[in-house]
């Protein structure tokens, strides 16, 4: 099966009172379970290599993939990639 899912801050998926850049987070934690992967890509990072498609870095990454900070982030389901989405949670909130 191929699914494709956007979140987006403006979705309805609302985290009470959280500042807003924590819903990713909880998007993350919500629906990594129903899909293969989920790529976060906030809204002022631009792709800029042309050479390498998402699918790419699919194949390529085993659980996490990051661009060195948080703009870019590949989370593939299983348990490893929950475990460090449930810590980002637990930790930064």
């Not at 990072?45 to 699918?55: E, L, P």
Request: charged share 20%; net charge negative; hydrophobic share 40%.
């Amino acid at each position: 099966h191929n699914k494709t899912m956007w979140l987006s801050d403006h979705g309805k998926h609302k985290v009470g009172s959280m500042p807003p850049h924590w819903k990713k987070v909880a998007a993350l934690q919500r629906w990594l379970p129903h899909y293969d992967a989920i790529v976060q890509m906030d809204m002022d990072a631009v792709w800029v290599d042309f050479d390498t498609s998402v699918y790419d870095l699919y194949n390529e990454t085993f659980n996490v993939y990051t661009d060195g900070g948080v703009q870019l982030i590949m989370f593939k389901r299983g348990e490893v990639s929950q475990c460090v989405v449930d810590s980002w949670w637990y930790y930064g909130t």
